[in-house]
């Protein structure tokens, strides 16, 4: 398939079907005035509070609405991922909720506390290896060998239809919104977001938010084509890992959709998390604050007097960690 084609295998129709397919399962989340970066940025601030969203992050809406999309046959056969971060909670619960067996393989390396919230969720745990790619080649083998389902975190049209619905309650929220700020990785919430946003407001600005080291949508649209770029250890680690040297839907979506990518050193994400924490009150991971954190660091402007709005992805970060940054701290993870 070309890009064009893939382009069109989301549409806002599958927006609007994945919002009645999931209701029952997530929560509207609030949205929020911030008069503290009105002041800042000179025109009014929204934050979308989807850091609330049950298992802390809005990865829940596109992995249920994949789950359920399921045909009976393939819900029977169970679903593998690897993700130990938010996708992984979020496909447990998914799968939970639909009475669907789960598997999340992990390597040893993974920290307990991660391994025992997937379980808690209700997803069986199997640890091997000691490599992210030796817990792939035992998912690899489970689809294989025992025809489970792998559904990924992003490359997926029925998980971009998901996260569409976070753009979907967003515009209905902030109808004059004249730009989004969304933080990027692979970019199946920028695609999503960006699809219901732009089909409801034809002139609004999406802007995705990365950080400086290892962006690797950002370094892949400069390519023109998915690229490999090195990883680095961010405060924003859910911005972390690669979009797929086989992207099939969200480079072109992203490509297409998005106006601008902006992006963050350390510690201008720390100052966004810290800013969240202090002036709004909301304890939020690093790769949830990178929108604010582009306000505070002037790298985004507001078109005309229009509201800006900045997704807050989640809430899944260490405490001991969110301590240190709100504390002051100028934390550099890549030099610990
Ligand atoms: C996954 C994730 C992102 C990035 O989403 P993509 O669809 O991979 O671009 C942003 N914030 C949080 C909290 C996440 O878990």
Redesign the pocket.
Known sequence: MTPAANHRAVTMRDVLRARQRIAATIRRTPMAASSSLEKILGAPVFLKLE?CQVTG???LRGAANAVFSLSDADKERGVVGVST???GRALAHAARQAGVRCIICMSRLVPANKVEAVRALGAEVRILGESQDEAQEEVDRLVAEEHMIMLP??DHPDVIAG?GTLGLETMEDCPEAGTLLV?????????GVALAAKTLALNIRVVGVSMERGAA?HASLQAGKPVQVREYPSLAD??G?GVGLDNQY?FAMVRDLLDDVVLLSETEIAAGVRHIYWKEGEIV?G??AVGVAAILAGKVKAKTDAPVVALL??R?IDHALHYRIISGEDVDLAAE
Request: no cysteine; hydrophobic share 35%.
């Open positions: 850091h992050s809005f990865k971060g938010n996708y975190p992003f996260q933080p990027l990785s692979g970019g199946g919430l920028a695609a949508m859910s911005l890992g969200t991971e790769a949830a992805s989640g899944n």
